[in-house]
T-cell receptor, first 111, second 115 residues
């Protein structure tokens, strides 16, 4: 069966510090991968998606970037965090156009 | 552009009563439709989907949803609510088109089941 791992679960970072969140998927190959941000316990905003190694599509301009160095690894990064980057970050994967499966999320607080 | 509307921020229902969480969508062409549930500080769990076929789809934990093409709706239903159903529910849509990888979510509806 397929599983998705996302870490860390919680993170407190100072403004201006870098960020690296990692997500890995097991049990499937060539998944579509996604990073979402959820603010204030509601609405999910798609940040990035990837259909293959090195292929990243950005949905919104922001202080963040994503990379996919391996088939089942997706990384969300920032060089300098802003207060507005605080939120709940969710990684997800899907096979083709069907449903997406989510990781447990990372609660990021920028102080 | 595709979009999802969940018109109710919150739905309250008594335990044992039927529940409905509403969702309408807008998408070019035929839609893939999904419902997810989220418990506090957790990721989203997939409940059910509509791809094609029977307009009434059944999913996990006794939930079902009815696809209505003319009304562009995909309401989530359950015949008898449980207190443990209290959570945040999200409707999502994806266009049935090549290259359409974006899964668009509604803002969520908080369901509270009162004992």
């Amino acid at each position: 069966s397929q599983t998705i791992h996302q870490w860390p679960a919680t993170l407190v970072q100072p403004v201006g510090s870098p960020l690296s969140l990692e997500c890995t998927v097991e049990g499937t190959s060539n998944p579509n991968l996604y990073w979402y941000r959820q603010a204030a316990g509601r609405g999910l905003q798609l940040l990035f998606y990837s259909v293959g190694i090195g292929q990243i599509s950005s949905e919104v301009p922001q202080n963040l970037s994503a990379s996919r160095p391996q088939d089942r690894q997706f990384i969300l990064s920032s060089k300098k965090l802003l207060l507005s980057d605080s939120g709940f970050y969710l990684c997800a994967w899907s096979r083709g156009y069907t449903e997406a499966f989510f990781g447990q999320g990372t609660r990021l607080t920028v102080v | 552009a595709q979009s999802v509307a969940q018109p109710e921020d919150q739905v309250k229902v008594a335990e044992g009563n039927p529940l409905t969480v509403k969702c309408t969508y807008s998408v070019s062409g035929n839609p893939y439709l999904f419902w997810y549930v989220q418990y506090p500080n957790r990721g989203l769990q997939f409940l059910l989907k509509y791809i094609t076929g029977d307009n009434l789809v059944k999913g996990s934990y006794g939930f079902e949803a009815e696809f209505n093409k003319s009304q562009t709706s995909f309401h989530l239903k359950k015949p008898s609510a449980l207190v443990s159903d209290s959570a945040l529910y999200f409707c999502a849509v994806r266009a049935l088109a090549a290259g359409s990888y974006q899964l668009t979510f509604g803002k969520g509806t908080k369901l509270s089941v009162i004992p």
